[in-house]
């Protein structure tokens, strides 16, 4: 896989937190794997005609596994939008370093501050 080097170093700092943002996809893909394990069992079950008090805890099971899969994929959200903060972070740096001028500080021409100049370049 060809990733443009640019790419490749604003991903330098956050490139854990994508392993982990994986890690948090493949836990939502195995709730979909075993939900899907515990609707086989129901199924079978009521082709046996079993009681409905015998299918009980793997409904309970299911409605668990909802859960936990609505967790983690809130708590996947917030992860990613959090890595994307970050590398936006890195963006705007780059971008706020290369449109600010740069500033002489000894120039007895100049009758505005370092700072001064550095604000209203950051508030244009």
Do not use: C
């Not at 409905?52 to 967790?71: C, H």
């Not at 963006?91 to 706020?96: D, H, I, Q, S, T």
């Amino acid at each position: 896989m060809l990733i443009h080097k640019r790419l490749r170093e604003l991903l330098y700092g956050v490139k854990r937190f994508i392993l982990g943002k994986s890690l948090l996809s493949a836990l939502v893909s195995l709730t979909h794997i075993i939900q899907a394990g515990f609707l086989g069992k129901i199924v079978r079950l009521l082709y046996e005609k079993a009681s409905i008090s015998g299918m009980l805890t793997y409904i309970a099971a299911i409605i668990g596994l909802i859960m936990l899969r609505m967790l983690l994929i809130m708590f996947n959200q917030y992860y990613g939008k959090s890595i994307i903060g970050k590398i936006k972070y890195t963006l705007r740096k780059r971008a706020v370093r290369l449109t600010m001028p740069p500033v002489k500080a000894s120039s007895k021409d100049s009758r505005m501050s370092a700072s001064t100049t550095a604000a209203s370049w950051t508030l244009a």
